[in-house]
């Protein structure tokens, strides 16, 4: 945020006039999409515990061998981290959209997280489908259509339906890296 408004007053220092016209509009410009961006990440993370919780019990429930006995999410313990690993993913893609940059998730989320997952014995399958389940709950949110969320994130559907794609294509990141 710094470069940019330090790129508009260097810019008009240069020219020994005050910040104004183009470099004002661009400020503006820079301003809003923050804002956007900032609303779409409190919306998700004001959910996230639901949108992870939803996204657990979802892959329970369609392969109900997870809980059982020598299942993925059998007890406590592996149920507590199949969690707390999602809500970590959740949390590292809302940085990349506040960031507007997926450099931070692929490196402090998705570097090895496939061969981590292979070397504990996590089912990768089930692991992308509750990062689907989750991509499909954070849209929502993002896109103002979940159930029970009326509130928009922008006034500006086409910049709303962008911020949609973006965070759409974080969680398809995900999934890209741990399949």
């Not at 020994?16 to 301003?31: C, N, R, W, Y």
């Not at 159930?147 to 398809?172: G, I, Q």
């Amino acid at each position: 945020m710094l470069d940019a408004f330090s790129r508009a007053v260097i810019g008009a220092d240069s020219k020994g006039s005050f910040v104004g016209g183009d470099e004002l509009d661009s400020l503006k410009a820079f301003i809003a999409d923050g804002n956007k961006r900032l609303d779409a990440v409190n919306f998700i993370a004001s959910n996230a515990s639901c949108i992870v919780t939803d996204a657990v019990s979802g892959i329970c429930c369609e392969s109900p061998g997870l809980t059982s006995p020598g299942g993925g999410v059998y007890n406590t313990r592996k149920m507590a981290a199949c969690l707390r690993d999602g809500e970590i993913i959740l949390r590292y893609i809302c940085y990349a959209l506040a960031a507007g940059d997926a450099s931070v998730l692929k490196d402090r989320c998705l570097n090895g997280l496939k061969e981590t997952y292979a070397a504990l014995g996590v089912p990768t399958g089930n692991t992308a489908r509750a990062v689907g389940i989750m991509k499909a709950a954070a849209v929502a949110f993002v896109g103002n259509t979940a159930s029970k969320r009326k509130m928009n994130v922008t006034e500006d559907p086409a910049a709303c339906k962008s911020l949609v794609a973006e965070a759409a294509s974080y969680f398809d990141l995900v999934t890209s890296a741990i399949s």
